[in-house]
C-alpha cells in the first residue's frame, strides 16, 4: 500500500470502529451461543451441520449488508461532511482516495469475519467435536466470502461514484441478486432460439460478477475437500473484477464534479 | 433536557416499557382467541417446489435445508403414535430438504424410516422411501449405507428380495463397505424370506447404527421375530403332540409332559408363550414382544 492510501485505509477503519460497526459482533456472538445450545434439542443427527451452515451464513450476511451499506458510504460520507475537500486539497490523487477507502473497508470486513470465525470455532468446541483436517475446507468458504465481500464493496463503491446512495444500494443489491442467478442467465440463453437473445444472455453472464463461484458453504458443512485449483481460479476472479470495478470507480470519480 | 427530567424519562421508561409490552401481549392473546388454531395435519407448505425454494435461497440453500430437515424432524415428531394422524406432507418436506442439500444424508436415511413405517409408526409409504433413498445414492455414490438402506426397504417392505439382493450387492462394490453387505447380498439372494434372514437383517441394523431410536426399533424387531421363530417351532410341536394325544395341547407345561420339550419356553421378555383354543402358540397377553406385521400385498413402485 502506497504512503497516501494507507493512512486513507486505515483511517476508515478506525472511523468503521469509531462508528460501533463492529457492534455486529454482539449479534454473531449471541446466534452462535444459542445455535450451540439449542441445535441438538430441535434437531437430529446434523448438529455439527446446523453450527457450519448458520455460521458461515451468518458471516456472509452479515458482512454483506456491511459491504452494501458502508461500501456505499465511502464517497457520498466524505462529500456530505464536507471531509473530501480536505483531503483532496492534500497531495493525494482521487483514484488514490478510492483506492484507501476501499482498502479500509476490505480490513475492516476482513477484521469483523475474523472475529466471526473464532465465534463459529467456539460454537463447533462447545457441540463437542474436536477439530480434523477436514475442517480446512470451513476455512477456504470463509476465505471465499471474503472474495465476495471485496466484490460487492467494490460494486457499490463503484455505483456510489456517480449516483445518490440510495440508488447505489438498489443497484448494488440488484447485481449481487443477478450474480447469484448467472447461471440461469446462461441457461436462458442456450434455451433462446433467437441468436440475438442468446448472444445479449452471453454477454449479461459474462458481465455480472457470477457470486456462485464463491458458494463453498455446503461443501464446508459436509467436510468436502475444495481443490486448490479452484481457490487460485475463484482469488484470480476477484482480483480481475475488483480491479475494473476501481479503475471504472477511479476513471469516474476522477472526472466528477465535486462543487 | 435537565439531568433530572432525563433519569424521570428513564425510570418511566424502564417500568412502562415492560408493562405496555405485557398489554401488547394479552391483546394478541384475545386476537388469537378469535381465530380458530387450525388443526394438526392441516397446515399447508406455502412453497412446495423444491427447485423454487432454491433459486429464491440466493446461495444459502445449505441453512436452509437445515431448517427444512428440522422441520421434517419436527412434522413426524408432532405426528408419530398418534391415533387419525396424516404425513401428507412429510414427502414434500424430504423433498425440499435433499434438494436443497443433495449431500444431507440423514435425510435419506431417517426419511426414509419416517416415509416407510406403517400404521402411527409413520407414513406407510415405501415406494417414496425408495425413491428417496435412490435420489440419496445417485447423489452419494460412495455411501454404502445408503445402498444397505435401499436393500433393506426391499427386503422389508416390498417382499422384493431380487431387487434387495441387487442393491446390498451394488453396496458391497464400494471398497468402504463392510463384508456383511455382500453376504447379507447372497444370503437374500438364497433365502430370501426366511426368518433367520431378516433375523441377520436387523441384527446388523442393530449392530451398525449409531442412532438409539433406531437401535431401539432393531431391537423391538429382533425380540420380535425371535418370538415369531419360537411360536413357529411350537405350532410343529403342537401338531405332534395334536396326532400323538388326539387334542391341541393347552399350555407348553403339557408339551413338557408329553417329553416334547424340555423345559418352558419363554419369550424375549421372559413370559411363558401360551395356546389358544385352536392349539396355535401365542405370546403371553403379558407380553410387551410384538410380532412383526407382514403386509399381506407388497406395496407397488412408485412412479
Not at chain 1, 450476511?61 to 456505499?72: E, N
Not at chain 1, 455480472?208 to 463461484?213: A, C, G, I, L, S
Not at chain 2, 421372559?270 to 407388497?298: C, D, H, M, Q
Request: proline share 6%.
Amino acid at each position: 500500500m502506497s504512503a497516501t492510501t494507507g493512512p486513507v485505509a486505515i483511517n476508515t477503519f478506525r472511523e468503521a470502529v469509531r462508528d460501533r460497526v463492529l457492534y455486529n459482533l454482539i449479534f454473531f456472538a449471541l446466534l452462535m451461543m444459542g445455535a450451540a445450545i439449542l441445535v441438538g434439542e430441535i434437531s437430529i443427527g446434523i448438529e455439527r451441520l446446523v453450527i457450519i451452515d448458520l455460521g458461515l451464513t451468518a458471516i456472509s450476511i452479515f458482512g454483506l449488508v456491511m459491504s452494501v451499506f458502508l461500501g456505499v458510504g465511502l464517497v457520498s460520507k466524505e462529500i456530505e461532511k464536507r471531509t473530501l475537500y480536505t483531503l483532496l486539497a492534500k497531495p493525494i490523487e482521487r483514484w488514490q482516495f478510492l483506492l484507501g477507502k476501499y482498502a479500509g473497508l476490505l480490513i475492516t470486513l476482513a477484521v469483523n469475519t475474523a472475529a466471526m470465525t473464532l465465534g463459529l470455532a467456539a460454537a463447533l468446541f462447545y457441540v463437542g467435536r474436536p477439530f480434523v483436517r477436514s475442517d480446512a475446507s470451513i476455512l477456504i468458504a470463509i476465505y471465499f466470502i471474503l472474495l465476495e465481500f471485496a466484490l460487492i464493496t467494490a460494486l457499490a463503491l463503484f455505483f456510489s461514484c456517480f449516483t445518490s446512495p440510495m440508488l447505489s444500494t438498489l443497484f448494488t443489491i440488484g447485481v449481487f441478486v443477478a450474480g447469484v442467478f448467472a447461471a440461469d442467465i446462461r441457461n436462458f440463453g442456450a434455451l433462446a432460439k433467437n441468436p440475438a437473445l442468446k448472444g445479449i444472455a452471453t454477454l449479461v453472464y459474462y458481465l455480472v460478477p457470477n457470486f456462485q463461484n464463491f458458494n463453498a458453504i455446503a461443501a464446508a458443512g459436509h467436510g468436502d475437500h475444495i481443490p486448490a485449483s479452484l481457490v487460485g481460479q475463484n482469488t484470480m476472479y476477484a482480483v480481475l473484477y475488483v480491479a475494473v470495478l476501481v479503475l471504472a470507480s477511479s476513471a469516474i470519480f476522477s472526472r466528477r464534479n465535486l462543487k | 433536557m435537565t439531568s433530572v427530567s432525563a433519569k424521570r424519562i428513564s425510570w418511566v421508561a424502564a417500568a412502562g416499557i415492560p408493562l405496555l409490552f405485557a398489554a401488547i401481549a394479552m391483546l394478541q392473546g384475545r386476537i388469537d382467541a378469535r381465530i380458530p388454531t387450525p388443526a394438526a395435519g392441516q397446515e399447508n407448505l406455502i412453497l412446495s417446489s423444491a427447485a423454487l425454494i432454491k433459486k429464491f435461497s440466493l446461495g444459502y440453500e445449505p441453512l436452509l435445508a437445515d431448517i427444512y430437515w428440522t422441520r421434517s424432524v419436527q412434522y413426524y415428531g408432532d405426528r408419530v403414535g398418534v391415533r387419525g394422524s396424516k404425513f401428507d406432507s412429510l414427502w414434500p418436506l424430504l423433498d425440499i430438504t435433499t434438494e436443497l442439500d443433495p449431500k444431507m444424508i440423514v435425510a435419506y436415511r431417517f426419511g426414509a424410516i419416517f416415509l416407510a413405517e406403517p400404521g402411527l409408526g409413520g407414513a406407510d409409504r415405501p415406494d417414496l422411501a425408495i425413491v428417496l433413498v435412490k435420489r440419496g445414492i445417485a447423489q452419494n455414490p460412495d455411501n454404502w449405507e445408503l445402498n444397505a438402506d435401499l436393500g433393506f426397504l426391499y427386503y422389508w417392505w416390498m417382499r422384493d428380495y431380487p431387487a434387495s439382493s441387487q442393491a446390498y450387492l451394488v453396496g458391497s462394490r464400494n471398497p468402504k463397505a463392510p463384508p456383511w453387505l455382500g453376504m447379507m447380498a447372497a444370503r437374500i439372494a438364497q433365502k430370501g424370506g426366511s426368518i433367520q434372514t431378516s433375523r441377520m437383517i436387523w441384527s446388523q441394523i442393530y449392530d451398525t447404527t449409531r442412532d438409539p431410536t433406531v437401535r431401539k426399533r432393531a431391537l423391538e424387531m429382533l425380540k420380535g421375530l425371535k418370538a415369531q421363530q419360537d411360536e413357529e417351532q411350537l405350532n410343529q410341536l403342537a401338531e405332534t403332540y395334536r396326532q400323538r394325544m388326539g387334542r391341541n395341547p393347552a399350555s407348553t407345561e403339557e408339551l413338557r409332559s408329553a417329553g416334547l420339550i424340555g423345559g418352558t419356553p419363554v419369550d424375549p421378555d421372559g413370559f411363558p408363550y401360551v395356546f389358544n383354543a385352536n392349539g396355535e402358540s401365542k405370546l403371553n397377553p403379558k407380553s410387551t414382544v410384538s410380532i412383526p406385521r407382514e403386509p399381506k400385498t407388497p406395496p407397488q413402485p412408485f412412479k
